[in-house]
C-alpha cells in the first residue's frame, strides 16, 4: 500500500467519536505497523516542557524500557530540541544513540507540532538498514499535522 493510500485510512481512524485519543493514535501506529513492512516499532513520545522530558505514548512493537528520555538524549531526545525529523540510516553510527534492541537497524522521528510548539513526535525504529526516504519524511509529517488536528 503506497503513501498516498494510506493517507485516507489515516484520516478514517483519526475521526473515529468512538476512540479516545491514545486509542486512535496506538490504531495509526497499528495500521502503519501492518502496511509497511520496514515500520517494526511505531509509537509516540510527549513532551513535559517543565521536566525537559519525553514520555512514551501509545505504540505498537517489542516493550521498551525507555519510557522518558531527556531532551538532548538519544535520537528522540534531540529531536525535542532541534524541532527537525531525523532520519538515521545506521543507527550503529551514531553517538548518541539510545539502543533499545539489538535488532534495530535504522530510526527516522518526525516532530509533532501544535500551534508550533513541538509537543511530541513519532518514533518508527526499522530492522532494516537506511530504509527510509524522503517520502516517508513527508508521510509522517502528513500524519502528524493530521494528529496536531486531535490536540
Given at each position: 500500500?503506497?503513501?498516498?493510500?494510506?493517507?485516507?485510512?489515516?484520516i478514517?481512524?483519526?475521526?473515529?467519536?468512538?476512540?479516545?485519543?491514545?486509542?486512535?493514535?496506538?490504531?495509526v501506529?497499528?495500521?502503519?505497523?501492518?502496511?509497511?513492512s520496514?515500520?517494526?516499532?511505531?509509537?509516540?513520545?510527549?513532551?513535559?516542557?517543565?521536566?525537559?522530558?519525553?514520555?512514551?505514548?501509545?505504540?505498537?512493537?517489542?516493550?521498551t524500557?525507555?519510557?522518558?528520555?531527556?531532551?538532548?538524549?538519544?535520537?528522540?531526545?534531540?529531536?525535542?530540541?532541534?524541532?527537525?525529523?531525523?532520519?538515521?540510516?545506521?543507527?550503529s553510527?551514531?553517538?548518541?544513540?539510545?539502543?533499545?534492541?539489538?535488532?534495530?537497524?535504522?530510526?527516522?522521528?518526525?516532530?509533532?507540532?501544535?500551534?508550533?510548539?513541538?509537543?511530541?513526535?513519532?518514533?518508527?525504529?526499522?530492522?532494516?538498514?537506511?530504509?527510509?526516504?524522503e517520502?516517508d519524511?513527508?508521510?509522517?509529517?502528513?500524519?502528524?499535522q493530521e494528529i496536531?488536528?486531535l490536540?
Amino acid at each position: 500500500m503506497t503513501f498516498q493510500e494510506l493517507q485516507p485510512k489515516v484520516i478514517e481512524i483519526l475521526s473515529q467519536n468512538n476512540f479516545t485519543r491514545d486509542e486512535k493514535l496506538k490504531n495509526v501506529c497499528q495500521l502503519l505497523s501492518d502496511t509497511i513492512s520496514y515500520y517494526d516499532w511505531v509509537g509516540f513520545y510527549f513532551a513535559n516542557h517543565d521536566t525537559q522530558t519525553l514520555h512514551l505514548g501509545p505504540y505498537v512493537g517489542a516493550e521498551t524500557d525507555h519510557t522518558v528520555i531527556p531532551f538532548g538524549k538519544g535520537i528522540c531526545g534531540q529531536v525535542a530540541v532541534s524541532n527537525e525529523n531525523f532520519v538515521v540510516p545506521d543507527v550503529s553510527a551514531q553517538d548518541n544513540y539510545i539502543a533499545c534492541s539489538f535488532t534495530v537497524k535504522s530510526e527516522i522521528v518526525v516532530p509533532l507540532f501544535v500551534n508550533g510548539v513541538n509537543i511530541g513526535q513519532i518514533d518508527i525504529d526499522s530492522h532494516v538498514p537506511d530504509p527510509f526516504t524522503e517520502a516517508d519524511e513527508r508521510f509522517l509529517e502528513f500524519v502528524n499535522q493530521e494528529i496536531a488536528k486531535l490536540f
